[in-house]
């Protein structure tokens, strides 16, 4: 049974950082591929960032590039997301999903199987 358990989400003012963090059982993350996404209120859930097999072929929307950064711990079997720069429009309820074997990721929600419950990210002063 595969399961996603995301953390770190918390109330930021604009500027600061957060990392957030996804903890998965029941695959081995370096070999899938793992996203990240957001859904902000009254918002379509968006597409953040993806780290596939190859984690050199990580993907970011433009919204983020620059300010975010995936990157996988084999060993903890877990992948963050460091937040850096974040604005209040970054104010989302971050996910993260998993699914496939693949070298390379896209940000299309219609992509991935299994899904984490989220964890709440405000950035506000």
């Known amino acids: 049974q595969v399961q996603l358990v995301e953390s770190g989400g918390d109330l930021v003012p604009p500027g600061g950082s957060l990392r957030l963090s996804c903890t998965v059982s029941g695959l081995t993350v370096a070999n899938y591929v793992i996203a990240w996404f957001r859904q902000a209120p009254g918002n379509e859930r968006e597409g953040v960032s993806c780290i596939p097999i190859e984690a050199s072929n990580t993907n970011y929307s433009d919204s983020v590039k620059a300010r975010f950064t995936i990157s996988r711990d084999n060993d903890e079997n877990t992948v963050y997301l460091q937040m850096n720069n974040l604005r209040p429009e970054d104010t989302a309820v971050y996910s993260c999903?998993?699914?496939?074997?693949?070298?390379?990721?896209?940000?299309?929600?219609?992509?991935?199987?299994?899904w984490g419950q989220g964890t709440q990210v405000t950035v506000s002063s």
């Open positions: 999903a998993t699914g496939w074997r693949r070298h390379r990721c896209g940000l299309g929600q219609n992509e991935y199987l299994y």
